[in-house]
């Protein structure tokens, strides 16, 4: 149990203040309020350290710093958005700005608050207080949430929003959250719009926007993001969401645009320079790509927030530079981040590819060529994804351009692009990533057309009158190329004939050992949101640490089937 909002004497303070005097009034304030430690700071990258590493009950922020390019803001967004602020935790935004409407919406977004200065110790008093006061009120929701009773939380939100008891609305953005994340999108959207009857708010259409993506509409997002944005044009998680709609559209350049918005905005948010970074890469701007992904790196190596695919494609530039030095540093790099990682399969599968990149630049054609082969020969194995495929994809354009080519590496650019062309935007991922050779393009996108076709063919059989016919002929081509798309099928059709299918139990025994085997159900991961750090969803709102989302492996892991 948790002491009274106004008992601080046995609460841990961190003070980020770049200005020495001001951060010295800061801590005076603090201690005179009785609060029992107090930390301090003056730089953004220390403060994420601390918090990152440790837990406080009250973080005091400037927003402005004057000898760095990042804010206090930036430095709110990327910890709201990658689960590193514990509910308990109260953070005040201290700005000395006339208009601090984008600084009100990140601290509301987050359960915080803010102070315009000059202020004294007991406004201070004041902020904190009702901010811990706020956090009682809602303690039982978060409660049922600490326990994984996520049912129950979201439950305890709608009657606290129709009651509109205090703090209803954020109560509402709390259960539309828990309904999202737990696949309840027609609810979250019903209860976001009942927000936006009641209040228009940015965050409540935005999560609209968010429950039409997980839908499958991301056109509709789209317009409903337009709509947003014309309205709120500096409303960062916006162009987020956007960006994540047309990237699922297939519109590459048009997302490229989006992200480049976001990442205006908010120049030092290491997620969004990874995003960015990213789709820069893959979409051809290899340049710009490789300047944000250093700027990244620079920023956020050592944070949590980081993820190491950005190392692995600074590795391919490297290589294709020449710079022998460059290499081997990111491959330091990559080994650091995999020694110091509780979950190590994937950096050192990420490391294993920057180490064969290192020793085709050494000339060590044999070990590159073997390294190839057995990724190639692991194309069908459940623990090999999307990442992978473009991984793999690169290295063998790498070796084909230095007259190395993999023995029948048209064969398995054709077993790859079966496997993970499940939507149109997954197959031009792989189109980027392939990008340089020949005819490897064109064989990825037969392999999609090749997918539809077998899920046409299959459908066929249903509007004839004989959906266990189609059932059966979509888990035999799902079995044999491990295609999410044609799994993910048979279960729509499962689910919706269930009741007129003979055989139905060992049908549905056989799907869901297939749906396990190649977490055709896991969430989707998408250019740098890699959900097995528990980030916030861009437009979300933090959640406390008892939550545990689905875990899942790796930036571009889940091929995710079209809706």
């Known amino acids: 149990m948790r002491s009274a909002p106004h008992q601080l004497h046995d609460a841990r303070a961190l003070v980020i203040e770049g200005n020495l005097q001001s951060r010295s009034i800061l801590v005076s304030q603090l201690r005179e309020l009785g609060v029992g430690t107090v930390v301090q700071c003056s730089r953004l990258t220390e403060a994420r350290r601390k918090l990152e590493m440790n837990s406080f009950d009250v973080v005091i922020c400037e927003q402005r710093f004057e000898r760095e390019t990042g804010s206090g803001q930036d430095l709110l967004d990327d910890l709201r958005r990658n689960q590193l602020l514990p509910f308990h935790t109260v953070f005040v935004m201290i700005t000395a700005e006339a208009s601090y409407a984008s600084v009100a919406e990140a601290a509301e977004s987050a359960l915080d608050a803010y102070l315009l200065k000059p202020h004294t110790g007991a406004r201070l008093a004041d902020r904190i207080v009702q901010a811990r006061v706020r956090k009682q009120a809602l303690q039982e929701i978060f409660g ?22 205090p703090y209803w609305l954020y109560a509402a953005r709390i259960g539309a959250e828990l309904m999202l994340r737990g696949g309840q999108v027609e609810e979250a959207q019903a209860l976001y719009q009942a927000v936006i009857d009641a209040k228009t708010l940015p965050w409540a259409r935005l999560g609209v926007a968010r429950a039409q993506l997980d839908a499958g509409q991301p056109a509709k997002a789209v317009t409903t993001l337009e709509s947003l944005i014309r309205d709120d044009d500096a409303y960062a998680d916006a162009y987020d969401v956007m960006g994540r709609a047309q990237f699922e559209l297939g519109n590459f350049q048009n997302a490229l645009g989006t992200y480049q918005m976001a990442t205006k905005l908010t120049p030092s948010s290491i997620s969004r320079l990874l995003k960015h970074g990213m789709l820069a890469y893959y979409t051809g701007e290899k340049s710009e790509g490789v300047e944000l992904l250093d700027r990244a790196t620079r920023l956020g190596l050592d944070s949590k927030m980081f993820d190491a695919q950005a190392l692995l494609l600074l590795a391919f530039a490297r290589l294709d530079n020449n710079d022998s030095r460059g290499l081997q540093r990111v491959v330091e790099q990559l080994t650091r981040l995999r020694d110091r990682s509780h979950s190590p399969a994937r950096p050192h599968r990420l490391l294993q590819m920057a180490e064969s990149l290192l020793a085709l630049q050494q000339q060590q054609t044999a070990r590159a060529l073997d390294d190839v082969r057995r990724l190639a020969d692991a194309l069908l194995t459940p623990e090999f994804d999307v990442e992978a495929a473009c991984n793999l994809l690169a290295l063998m354009i790498r070796l084909a351009t230095r007259s190395l080519p993999m023995p029948d590496a048209e064969g398995a650019v054709d077993t790859l692009a079966l496997r993970f ?99 055709t159900t896991a969430p989707i991961t998408r250019l740098g949101e890699h959900t097995s750090s528990g980030q916030t969803p861009p437009g979300g709102v933090c959640l406390p640490a008892g939550y545990k989302p689905p875990q899942s492996t790796g930036l571009l892991d889940a091929a995710a089937p079209a809706r």
């Open 421 to 519: 062309c499940t939507s149109r935007a997954m197959t031009e991922l792989l189109v980027c990533a392939a990008a340089g050779h020949g005819n490897y393009p064109e064989r990825i996108r037969a392999g999609h057309a090749q997918v539809l076709r077998m899920t046409q063919d299959a459908m066929t059989l249903s509007l004839k009158g004989d959906p266990h016919g189609t059932v059966v002929q979509l888990l035999q081509d799902g079995e044999r190329t491990g295609n999410a798309k044609l799994i993910e099928s048979a279960h729509q059709v499962m689910q919706r004939y269930s009741e007129r299918m003979s055989g139905y139990p060992e049908l549905q025994e056989r799907l869901e050992a297939l749906r396990e085997r190649y977490h």
């Open 144 to 165: 049922a949430i600490d326990a994984q009773d996520f049912d129950r939380a979201a439950a305890l939100c709608q009657a606290r929003f129709a009651s509109r008891q």
